[in-house]
């Protein structure tokens, strides 16, 4: 089975980005597990005009290719790769397609264009209302690549001080979404040394050694879908301190050292303290080993597979 990869191809170095090393991840994870080929299709540029501009490069890249099926990520991607009606499409919708308003009318017609939909979430779904042909199927993760490392270890690696307390912030400070002055403003009430550190440019192996060097994560974002971030900071067993979006509350469940905040900044502040005072270890990983890669790609593979036999 040849499946072709649509997706945005903005961000440099696609494997190493955190937005979508998921993505590479998954579809690795697919290969390796099941008789699969793959090629990747990035589209550059931004806006419908921008999308509509590689649709020549979509037709040809078919043509030399010949997928028997297209697997897109994000609405708009989704939606560029239905204009070509000559192979099925399936659509994964992340989050970001739901809860911006004009996307989340393009993203309605996606749905209504592709041949199967994947929805990393219930809220997800609901808010498109897609009813037909779906699953609903988080995103997984590499069990490999996100493990527990002791902090001292994990420290010494990044020329981390030993006795100081450092937060991981889940994304760029320049992500809007992320909502980093929340962050900051939580931060200037904790009346404690601790340091924000700016999750940009690490690789996944970076990732993980700061998860497990930091005393937690925290993420202030004002809409989420399926965090990656949650799911890999459960895999290291970092306590957290979350926003209630996305699937988060599902994801962390009532795992002592994890704690769901409002939107108001000392609310924030309180539970990144009762983080810090925890003073250990999460068992976020035993919490969820039904999210590993090898458990979802099945689910994945079993869709192509309902698709390549319509």
Known sequence: M????????????????????FIYEQIEAIKQNFKIEYDTFFITGKGVFGYLKNLPKLQNKIKSYV?????????????????????PVVITFHGSDAYIPKV?????????????NIYVSNKIQNRIKGKINYSIIPCGINLDIFYPVDMKIAREKLNMESGKKYILFASSFTNSVKNS????????????????????????????LLLNACNLLLLTSKTEGSPQIIKEAMACNCPIAATDVGDIDDVMGRTEGCYLTSFEAKDIADKIKLAIKFDKRTNGREQIE????NIIV?????????????
Do not use: T, W
């Open 181 to 208: 002055p929340l962050a900051f403003s939580a931060l200037g009430m904790l009346q404690m040394n601790a340091e924000l550190i700016e999750l940009k440019n690490r690789s996944r192996e970076e990732v993980n």
């Open 67 to 87: 997928p028997e099926i297209i697997h897109a990520h994000y609405g708009l991607s989704g939606l560029f790769a239905c204009l070509q009606r000559i192979v």
């Open 290 to 293: 039904h999210l590993d890669n």
């Open 298 to 310: 099945k689910k994945i593979f079993d869709i192509y597979q309902i698709v390549f036999n319509k």
């Open 2 to 21: 040849k499946i072709l990869i649509v997706c945005s191809g903005n961000a440099e170095n696609f494997e190493f980005k955190l937005h979508r090393a």
């Open 104 to 116: 989340k009318i393009l993203s309605r017609i996606a749905a209504g264009l592709s041949r199967f």
